[in-house]
């Protein structure tokens, strides 16, 4: 496998030196935190130019994560959709623990080591995070707390039962409406007064800077090994590149690496709920308004006096009020299309895939097949189309029994 190098790319230039990523992003948190974003970003820009971190990491994901993970054709989809395009997806499902988010946990645990930190603690939602932060401390003896909304530690039970097996301490949030908003306030909270021997794992590419660029760098794995793959397999670029979009990340690992690619046409998939005019629905960029939220400047749900509103998606990844300010500046300048994929329209593409292909998608990940399945008749005779398969539906299996019948 070839090493994993840093981007050398204009587009690594992004974002600027204040972590914005034109008019998105930035540093908006408490100026007792400001010298700890301060050192981090240092820190970690000497980190990623380290030749002997690149190798610890890559070995790290081959020898224990599973890479590189499959570039798998999907012939029977090609079929049901007309039989004009050729369809890949691109398997983080296969990666350890089933979904991308290994990816960011294992390069962040291993910075925090260079940086002599001893405790790392984590926010979660549906629990995907907190496991995939709890993995990556068990496998290197770290200590990690991973803070969750009280409600969310009752609708997910087995992932703070996976969390705890591994070791980790799982604290319920109480405040706000106990999700992962009140989640995430919490740990930044706690960073506040404990940042000297602690490493706060974000989740996503969202936050303060430098945590949206060091997420999305760590998950370029995904966009790198997909050039390579294709190119080997097809020996041309994808015309079209989908990926379902909740905080950002495993859609900006994706596209990053190919944002100077012009000709690549790269779609973002939000998860509309109940529809736009419902309310009850993630659809940030899609009904793209401006606020600060959790550290930084992007796309929010929010009220037209701008108090945050809580979103709604059948994926309990999808669903959250922010989105990454990279997306931001993807939408504003139209390198990325963004459409959104309503609770029903992936519950029917999961079923689909699953029937079609033996691959059972995170209903995260079914987002972006129902976004394929609509997209499919307007594209041209071969196309070369890839989807990031972000995660598999084994987690989803107790929800899917309540919406499906089989
Ligand atoms: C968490 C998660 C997502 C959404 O997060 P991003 O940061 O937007 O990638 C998507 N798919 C799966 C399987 C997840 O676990």
Not at 97 to 110: I, R, S
Request: aromatic fraction near 6%; hydrophobic fraction near 35%; charged fraction near 20%.
């Amino acid at each position: 496998m070839t090493p994993v190098t840093p981007p050398t790319a204009p587009a690594a230039q992004r974002p600027d030196s204040s972590g914005h990523f034109g008019p998105f992003g930035g540093r908006y948190v408490p100026e007792t935190l400001m010298q700890t974003l301060l050192d981090l970003d240092q820190e970690y820009r000497s980190v990623w130019q380290d030749e002997s971190f690149h190798r610890e990491l890559d070995e790290l994901l081959r020898e224990y994560a599973g890479r590189p993970t499959p570039l798998t054709r999907a012939r029977r989809t090609e079929e049901f959709l007309g039989g004009h395009l050729r369809v890949y997806f691109k398997r983080e499902d296969l990666l350890h623990t089933g979904a991308h988010k290994l990816n960011n946990t294992l390069g962040q645990v291993l910075l925090a080591r260079r940086l002599g930190k001893k405790r790392i603690i984590a926010e979660t939602g549906a629990g995907q995070h907190g496991v995939a932060t709890a993995t990556a401390c068990a496998l290197f003896g770290l200590q990690c707390t991973v803070y969750m909304g009280k409600e969310d530690t009752e609708r997910q039970a087995l992932n703070v039962f996976r969390m705890k097996l591994m070791g980790a301490e799982v604290v319920p949030v109480t405040s706000g409406t106990a999700t992962l908003k009140d989640a995430t306030n919490e740990a930044m909270r706690e960073w506040l007064s404990t940042c000297g021997e602690t490493h706060y794992i974000i989740g996503s590419c969202v936050g303060p800077h430098p945590f949206p660029m060091m997420v999305r760098d760590f998950q370029t794995v995904i966009g790198n090994e997909t050039r390579e793959q294709i190119l080997a397999k097809e020996n041309r670029l994808p015309t079209d590149i989908l990926a379902c979009v909740g905080g950002g990340s495993n859609s900006l690992g994706m596209f990053h690496p190919f944002f100077n690619d012009a000709a690549v046409r790269l779609h973002g998939v939000e998860a509309e709920g109940k529809g736009i005019a419902s309310g009850q629905h993630a659809a940030t960029i899609t009904t793209a308004k401006v606020g600060i939220f959790q550290g930084s400047k992007s796309y929010v749900l929010q009220t037209p006096d701008g108090q945050i509103t809580p979103a709604h998606s059948i994926s309990a990844g999808l669903d959250y009020p922010g989105v990454g300010p990279e997306h931001s500046y993807y939408h504003q300048s139209g390198r990325a299309t963004y459409t959104s994929i309503t609770d029903e329209e992936a519950l029917a593409a999961l079923r689909k895939t699953a029937e079609l292909e033996g691959i059972l998608p995170a209903l995260e990940t079914a987002h972006a097949i129902a976004q394929l399945h609509k997209l499919a008749p307007g594209l041209p005779q071969d196309s070369l189309v890839v989807v990031c398969m972000s995660g598999r539906g084994d987690k989803d299996v107790f929800s899917l029994m309540k919406h499906v019948e089989v």
